[in-house]
């Protein structure tokens, strides 16, 4: 170990790169001295006391967990309360999934106690495998494969002649989130759809399976929420409000973001004997799974019938909420957050990003014993209910929305957490903060710092053309956030400036979402000694008192103009891409090139011919992006000769407002096309991806789908909101200027 | 299929390219009429005889198949008669594959009768499955998953500190050729190579299995030799002469080809406790294959025993030699061949491309009986022995190099047949011939020409940046030869311009060198109508009347020309990327990124740093291509213009001699180096890749492997060569000029 990190401080990978960031007077021996405080075996204590019984919303143990984490908030000197909600959680009471045809086979879907696991037995206090908001259906249809039911699996299916419509799909898990699956199975006219885990993806393909190692057994399945997220996440009866016990809800008939069809996960056990009474074509070598037999389209001879029927009630919500109070700048709050409920037991996710989070929240409260007063408020938060939907979060963020707006400096999210590498996504305002973050946490394997070793890997990844690039950029590039995680109510629907961060990237697993992710689970295969849960609560703890203890709040807008600089530059090469494929692809249609090299004996139509991207004018946006990029750079040139200065709190804190605030710029309070709950011109997740970003989603998504004609007024809608984020921080750097 | 036809003339995918060639005087309406003839009942009956038993070479029905296709060739006419070599062929007299250690495994190695296949119970006359050329041996060790078994997938392996010395290697089918893994294998140490079927790659993941379907079935297995042909093929006592009964021989122990270790193919079934039984690391993903296990690096507790032993006998080889006189230039040869034996029935591989060429025979003949008289001497050969490695063509080369090389015009050769597309490879001389025989030619399935249908598979299949090149030649690009059918003696060895054609491309198939691959096999999911028998057929005979009765002969030298450039172009490419990666390599390697970004629980070496190519000089070899495009124009152009002359044969011959002779311009009678045999300076099968084609390997294989002391030697006999051809074609350009 010790002769890597000296081969490469004496080589220099980061040569010049690790210094430590502009001290914030005063605060730089705090977070050094808070770096000393997290402690492994205190989050393998809370790991072992949080996952110790399954608890998803509405279960005892969620709420006992909810208790017991405000103890400990308490004990540590924080004011901490439970928020409550009232959310719409359906469960299943009747799950059927049988094979009618040819052969008669009827599904387990049943996750098989481990005795070797000691908590895969609390069956009674188990959610059994299903996914959330699928509404009731008792369906029957032949069975068709689509992969990984993305739209563009449908348009395979298409050239060889095969509908979904009337059948029951056979979706695998990945590449795009569960959710998309039912949703463009069911605009494709199928009537039920059932997803599996397939084992090439995260079984036995993929490396030895629970209990001999950490990928999914035989009859593991994936449970999971697949409400239509991308509309709008949270309480599906109470878009835009809290749920709180007096809202105003929809009726479930009229809520917009349930599943139109029946949708039920299954394991590779039971997917097998569905998968090989399909016919037909064999489907192409990226359709084929790790299961012994041959995957073919379908249909057959094989009917399927699949019945789920939920109970749908109303259940309680359980936020966490804990604050310390700041000393200088009390209204401006920084807040960090992670859930607490779970599917089953939950080790890993959320357990071990929330243990991590409650390290850093004890050592805040020993700092703060120790003398320190943070000069701004800190808000921890323990959410309930992101495992369906974001619950807590959005239910929480949308009932304080508009004290969020004003006193939220930022928002820093976890989830998850294990062996690896710093991975971060977020507000690019705060990419270089981050950056300077991790230059002063140590990595516990190799001992550089993780900036070093996430810039390492940045390295090794690029393509070749890019990685001079990636080593002349002093700070490492951040993505952008898409969804999957509670930072998207901040973010995308209020405009917080959010980071989510985590280490990760060594180890896979393959029992998420089951009973099996447990604390024997995670002490056997992930991050054993919690080695990284500790270095997860030295970056965090640093970035919030960072934060919280900044005079002029540490954002660099350089590194956002720079980054949408990327964006204008990807979506005008994707315009020119897919102009010239367009116009390839008709021309080969035209010539007759696709029915000249057809098969008869497995015939495929040629795909179908696209009207070809007419010009599209990027310039409003690109000179908008010009003018941003001169603002961005002169706040930050202001920014620093301030810091210089003796400014009084009360100028600071002014200015501070319009820093955080800077982000709110950059929405637009129509919404995206279709989902006016999402206002964030820059982020949002994908509305056929769901967890995967769209950056300049209102643009991209146009262009992708095809539809021109909006794609001006959408250049246009970014282009002033640029303009309006130019004009606040010209705004502010006039006020830094003005500083004595 | 009409209106595809229709669509097709209308739009023009091959608008203005469908033009005949240059009409031969008097020959379009002799091919026309051939066209005519070629019937697939008859083609399908051949098969049906010559498949009927195993027919391997030293068989009784190999030498049964050899007298009957003699008796075909004089029924039609014919002067046939059958030549005999010796050769040594080893069979097996002992196989012997366990698992010693976990647990104790005796692997089957025997592919069971099915019933529904007539010829499958014939085991009495079977070879059994096994590698041809392994040497005996009797060996134990820990099991080692090597993946396809190429030099590159034992770099992977050092990565991770996997050494295979003393270990017995487990490689998959596909990728190299089979007699590349053990020789790479014995290169690191191993003491025994095992060869196995993946299911992914030619089993169950691919389609349907025999009898179902025409994939492997799990006790399948793949015969196959494992000689080390890149340094010489044929007989391992006589290379370089013709193992005729009187011929000098090597001893056994001297023979440079056979392989160093022990080598057994084995089936899936038989396999997969091997593969259960390893245990380390998980292997990448490309690394992994279709069995429901997961696949490691090894080695494990598992110890392996192989046992191997040969009857190192003298077997009889049957060569079909058939002629029809040539009338006008009888000393100038049309050579046709195409190989009789198999490993077992050899339905596919050979008597697909057999029966059809013996459907040309028949043709021939017939014309001949309706009053055509060839100008130029064809002979038809049916090879025996191509299957242990090349023995019956490699053989009668050598015995008659000189003759041939003062004859032969050309050599076309044929192996298994099948439904699609024209494939071929070979002289870049021919390349512009044998697009105009394509033009000529009805593809069965959609009534195109089967250039046509090349040139839009061309199209497909080309990069984005590539299209429109594809689209502005006149004629497609045909491949350049490596090895594993019987031109490489012909063109390689003597260099006499070579073309290897067959249709392919629609159906996959994994029971190819097994016992399912028979009659029965073929007319269930081959070309089950014969009709792309009948195209071959017809597309062989097209060619050879052409060739036979062109007055001078249809040479193209400017694509030859163009060809070389490409290769030089690529060349220096190759030494750029190589230049740049191990530059960026090496440079991460100081930079210690690869420690940075190591897993400390699956540890892997960074690679080891190389030697920077230096700058290469390719002055000298692209000046010599300048000069020989401007004398292939100028050829070119000359040839055009003596077409329109009415010039006496005699002088007519003079120049056909010298045009069939330029091939040999192109050989170095030093050889290769390590493989003086091979002769030719612009193709040769891959040191590493076995059948897989270098272009200009001396210079190519130098760079590849990092001997870059000795490209400007290498590149200097290459640009000599190419000087040599550009002044012979100088000298014919000056014969064409002088024709009155």
Redesign the interface.
């Known amino acids: 170990m010790h002769r890597?990190s000296g081969?490469?401080i004496a080589?220099?990978?980061c040569a010049g790169l690790a210094t430590t960031p502009a001290a914030q007077s005063g605060s730089t021996s705090w977070d050094t001295r808070f770096r000393e405080l997290p402690q492994p075996s205190n989050i393998r204590a809370a790991m072992e006391r949080l996952s110790a019984r399954p608890h998803h919303v509405g279960s005892p143990y969620d709420k006992d967990n909810a208790e017991w984490l405000l103890s400990r908030f308490k004990e540590w000197g924080w004011d901490a309360e439970i928020e409550t909600f009232s959310i719409l959680f359906p469960t299943p009471t009747e799950r059927v999934l049988e094979l009618l045809e040819p052969t008669r086979f009827t599904a387990k879907l049943e996750e098989p106690v481990d005795p070797a696991d000691p908590t895969s037995n609390q069956k009674g206090e188990q959610l059994p495998t299903f996914n959330a908001y699928s509404i009731d259906g008792d369906v029957a249809g032949p069975l068709v494969y689509v992969n990984y039911g993305r739209p563009e699996d449908y348009q395979v299916l298409e050239r060889y002649g095969i509908s979904v419509r009337g059948a029951i799909v056979l979706a695998r898990y990945g590449e795009s989130w569960r959710g998309i699956k039912p949703k463009v199975a069911a605009e494709h006219g199928a009537v039920g759809c059932l997803i599996f885990s397939d084992?090439?993806d995260d079984g036995?393909?993929?490396?030895?399976?629970f209990p001999n190692?950490p990928?999914r057994p035989r009859d593991g399945a994936q449970r999971g929420s697949v409400m239509d997220m991308p509309v709008y996440p949270g309480d599906p009866l109470t878009p835009g409000i809290g749920a709180t016990a007096d809202a105003k809800r929809l009726a479930i008939k009229d809520a917009q973001t349930l599943t139109k069809i029946p949708v039920l996960p299954i394991s590779y056990a039971d997917a097998q004997p569905l998968l090989a009474s399909l016919s037909g074509v064999?489907v192409p070598a990226d359709w084929?799974g790790?299961?012994?037999?041959?995957y073919r389209f379908g249909p057959g001879a094989g009917r399927a019938h699949l019945k789920v029927a939920f109970s749908w009630d109303q259940k309680p919500l359980y936020d966490v909420v804990a604050r310390l109070r700041g000393a200088t700048f009390p209204d401006q709050w920084v807040v960090r957050g992670n859930h607490h409920d779970a599917w089953v037991n939950g080790a890993e996710d959320p357990v071990s990003g929330l243990s991590a989070m409650l390290e850093e929240a004890r050592g805040l409260g020993e700092l703060r014993r120790q003398g320190w007063a943070p000069k701004r408020t800190i808000i921890y938060c323990a959410w309930d209910g992101e495992e369906p939907s974001l619950l807590g979060s959005t239910e929480w963020a949308e009932a304080h929305g508009a004290e969020l707006q004003q006193h939220a400096v930022a928002y820093l999210n976890s989830d998850g957490n294990g062996?690896?590498?710093l991975e971060v996504e977020g507000s690019h305002t705060l990419e270089h903060f981050i950056n300077d973050v991790a230059r002063d946490i140590t990595d516990p394997?190799?001992h550089?710092t993780v900036w070093?070793?996430q810039q390492?890997?940045a390295?090794?990844g690029a393509k070749?053309e890019d990685?001079e690039k990636v080593r002349a950029r002093s700070d490492w590039r951040i993505g952008a956030l898409g969804s999957g995680s509670d930072y998207t109510p901040f973010l995308q629907h209020l405009g917080i400036p959010s980071l989510n961060i985590g280490y990760g990237g060594?180890?896979r697993n393959g029992i998420y979402h089951s009973i099996y992710d447990d604390f024997y689970f995670f002490t056997h295969f992930l991050d054993t000694d919690f080695a990284y849960g500790r270095t997860l609560a030295q970056t965090g703890g640093t970035a919030v008192i960072r934060l919280a203890d900044a005079d002029i709040l540490p954002f660099r807008f350089s590194n956002l103009a720079d980054t949408v600089r990327t964006y204008d530059e990807e979506l005008q090469l994707l315009v020119k891409k897919k102009r010239?494929?367009i116009r390839?692809r008709n021309r080969?249609i035209?010539?007759?090139?696709?029915?000249?090299?057809?098969?008869?004996?497995r015939p495929r139509a040629a795909p179908r011919a696209e009207t070809i991207p007419p010009a599209l004018e990027f310039t409003p946006m690109s000179r908008a992006i010009e003018t941003l990029t001169r603002r961005a750079v002169a706040l930050d040139e202001a920014r620093a000769a301030a810091a210089k200065k003796q400014a009084p709190p009360a100028a600071l804190a002014a200015i501070d407002v319009k820093i955080s605030q800077s982000e709110q710029q950059l929405l637009d309070a129509a919404g995206l096309v279709h989902r006016e709950w999402y206002k964030h011109l820059l982020y949002a997740p994908g509305f056929y991806t769901g967890y995967g970003v769209k950056t300049i989603p209102g643009v991209r998504e146009a262009i992708e789908q095809g539809q021109y004609d909006s794609v001006p007024m959408e250049m246009a809608r970014v282009a002033k909101a640029l303009e309006r984020e130019a004009a606040w921080l010209d705004g502010i750097t006039k006020m830094l200027n003005a500083l004595k």
């Open positions: 890597r081969l490469l080589v220099g990978v084992p090439k036995f393909g993929a490396g030895d399976v190692g990928m064999v084929r790790g299961l012994p037999i041959t062996r690896g590498f394997e190799t550089l070093q070793r390492a890997r390295i090794d070749a990685k060594e180890d010239d494929e390839e080969e035209a010539d007759g090139v696709f029915a000249a090299i057809d098969d008869p004996r």
